[in-house]
């Protein structure tokens, strides 16, 4: 595709439940960030990968939270026992290389509401 | 790691005035600051960005300084139209092992007609 691509758009899940939420980054992107955005709030790191490893997960908020790139394409960021306080927007975004100083394009978001 | 403070967080104009953005960084080996457009609802979308190597650029109705001494870099948006109504996100990265964006926590601009 022309940009990256996150599904789904939207996620209700009741608190407790598991959720996995998909990036498809930009073709021959080699790094891809996941970033959390609450209302009112920039951007906040989760994790980020060089390829298929993650070069830097510091800002997985505990380890419900886990992401993987098997293949250095697409990604999911799993979260387990979902909590109410996990709501917010998940931001994907993919540069042609890691060395920070490209622009990161961004997708659409998932938006995770926890009931 | 990187910290980036931004100001105003909420910013009001009339159309046609000017509008000034404000960040500082923490980190001095940083030397990309991108700074996006994220409209309601939308995703990020970069509009201008600057090097260390740059002290200033333009594009437009839009231009970004940088004092890298002082480490603070803003966005100047000139005859501001409605359209620009939006929130805007400044960002450093490019450190030495700190590859990854840090953005501020954004500022509403608000242009009325």
């Known amino acids: 595709g022309a940009g990256v691509s996150q599904t789904p758009s939207n996620k209700v899940t009741e608190k407790g439940k598991y959720v996995e939420l998909r990036c498809d980054p930009i073709?021959?992107?080699?790094?891809l960030y996941w970033y959390r955005q609450s209302l009112g709030q920039g951007p906040e790191f989760l994790i980020y990968?060089?390829?298929?490893?993650?070069?830097?997960d510091s800002g997985l908020p505990n380890d419900r939270f886990f992401a993987v790139r098997p293949e250095g394409s697409v990604s999911t960021l799993k979260i387990q026992r979902t909590e109410r306080g996990d709501s917010a927007v998940y931001l994907c975004?993919?540069?042609?290389?890691?060395?920070?100083?490209?622009?990161?394009?961004f997708g659409q978001g998932t938006r995770l509401t926890v009931v | 790691g990187e910290n980036v403070e931004q100001h105003p967080s909420t910013l009001s104009v009339q159309e046609g005035d000017s509008a000034v953005i404000k960040c500082t960084y923490s980190?001095?080996?940083?030397?990309?600051f991108p700074w996006y457009k994220q409209e309601l609802g939308k995703r990020p979308q970069l509009i201008i960005d600057?090097?260390?190597?740059?002290g200033e650029k333009k594009d437009q109705r839009i231009a970004v300084t940088l004092n890298k001494t002082a480490k603070h870099f803003s966005l100047h948006i000139t005859e501001t139209q409605p359209e620009d109504s939006a929130v805007y996100f400044c960002?450093?990265?490019?450190?030495?092992?700190?590859?990854?964006?840090?953005f501020g926590r954004g500022t509403s601009l608000i242009v009325h007609p």
């Open positions: 600057i090097r260390s190597n740059v």
């Open positions: 073709s021959g992107h080699t790094a």
């Open positions: 975004a993919s540069s042609r290389n890691g060395q920070g100083d490209t622009e990161a394009f």
């Open positions: 960002a450093a990265s490019g450190a030495r092992g700190s590859y990854i964006p840090t």
């Open positions: 980190d001095s080996a940083s030397n990309y």
């Open positions: 990968f060089q390829g298929t490893g993650a070069a830097d």
